[in-house]
């Protein structure tokens, strides 16, 4: 009953709530109270531990500073609540990264491809790799697949992020171009090839992984060497000496060189032929 003598119930039925909405909301408001007298003991903490300590290490300083015993859990909640948030660190490695690397430690491919850099016929051993470019606001990153029966890139892709879409995005678009069957593909253990999702891709699509051991370009040296000749031969490091490339433009110049690296760079491996006409002549 209320202190002037008149039923909580019919009050309730008056205010057109039920009693178990006027109860919450009675004890919400001594909650209020109590969050804010957490949020005043919070605020006693020296700036440095109020915008850099963690809720666990506040609740260390509150009791080492003015004895005040409070559960850390509290003070994250009140911190949430008020706009006190903690100044982290920069991330240096994408979300999941550790996840990711702990998942697939102990069962990663082999390297099944053991530097046998030869194919008797198309698409039964491919080679993909990702590599950078330096352009006017960032990097461009290009992704590319070879064929190491002729050494022709089947496809490629390019962003501004060398991350698990860019080689995902790369596979996709080979898939759509070839049927692909118990295909071998070998790259190096970059974080890209090891995550989950692409490796599921792969084994959706019927691709054999394969991987270089751990800190040996040699492994994917057919990938390596492309990269240099395509930075070499397309004029790339006379841009980079001379004036740095927009995204499109440096796009442009990649999709021009491996046109012409497909269809007209010839190459001892295939007796003085390019990728494209040593196909047509095995064909």
């Known amino acids: 009953m209320h202190k002037k003598g008149y039923r909580i119930s019919i009050l309730c039925k008056i205010a057109g709530i039920s009693r178990a909405t006027f109860y919450y909301q009675k004890d919400n408001t001594r909650k209020t109270d109590k969050d804010l007298e957490t949020l005043e003991i919070i605020k006693m903490l020296p700036e440095k531990q109020l915008r850099y300590a963690g809720a666990k290490v506040k609740a260390h300083y509150l009791n080492l500073l003015f004895g005040i015993k409070m559960n850390h859990k509290r003070i994250l909640r009140v911190s949430n609540l008020y706009g006190i948030h903690v100044e982290n660190r920069v991330r240096r490695f994408p979300k999941g990264y550790y996840q990711t690397l702990k998942e697939n430690e102990a069962n990663l491919p082999k390297n099944i491809l ?90 959706e699509k019927g691709f054999i992984q394969s991987m270089s051991r751990v800190g040996n370009c040699w492994d994917n040296a057919c990938m390596e060497h492309f990269f240099g000749t395509l930075k070499a031969e397309s004029g790339y490091y006379n841009v980079s000496r001379h004036g740095l490339l927009s995204y499109q433009m440096m796009k442009e110049l990649i999709t021009d060189f491996i046109q012409f690296y497909n269809k007209d760079r010839i190459q001892k491996k295939l007796g003085w032929k390019s990728p494209k006409t040593f196909s047509l002549k095995c064909a």
């Open 114 to 203: 053991n530097r046998d850099f030869s194919a008797d016929k198309p698409l039964q051993k491919l080679v993909t790799d990702i590599s950078y470019f330096k352009i006017k606001n960032g990097w461009l990153f290009l992704s590319a697949v070879m064929d190491l029966f002729n050494n022709e890139i089947l496809t490629f892709r390019m962003s501004n992020h060398a991350d698990t879409e860019l080689a995902v995005d790369t596979i996709n678009s080979l898939c759509d171009k070839y049927n692909i069957s118990n295909t071998l593909i070998h790259s190096d253990q970059g974080n890209t090839y090891k995550a989950s999702e692409y490796r599921k891709l792969l084994e």
